[in-house]
């Protein structure tokens, strides 16, 4: 049984930095592709970066330049470094990969 287990977030004033993780287990399959969502209250959850093996990685444009995905391929962890946060960054981050999705963890980005 695949699971994908996310840790990280929390609360952080305007400008501040937070670092999100998460990890799969119960799968020896090599990583193809995976990416960081998150979702506001009352929004659709929306892509805010991805990675895969075939080209760079992708980034919304309202995290250009502030986020960076990373991943470690032997641990098969996957990370994703906010920095220069904003309130609009609020909301609640999912990791997928390997065809699952984390549980989500709050993000919460104060004036």
């Known amino acids: 049984q695949v699971e994908v287990v996310q840790s990280g977030g929390g609360s952080v004033q305007s400008g501040g930095s937070l670092s999100l993780s998460c990890k799969a287990t119960g799968t020896d399959s090599s990583f193809r592709s995976g990416g960081w969502y998150r979702q506001a209250p009352g929004e659709e959850r929306e892509v805010v970066a991805s990675a895969n093996d075939f080209s760079g990685p992708y980034y919304a444009g309202s995290v250009k330049g502030r986020f960076t995905i990373s991943r470690d391929e032997a641990k098969k962890e996957m990370y994703l470094q906010m920095n220069s946060l904003k309130p609009e960054d609020t ?21």
């Open 91 to 111: 909301g609640v981050y999912f990791c997928y990969m390997h065809h699952y999705w984390s549980q989500g963890t709050q993000v919460t980005v104060s004036s």
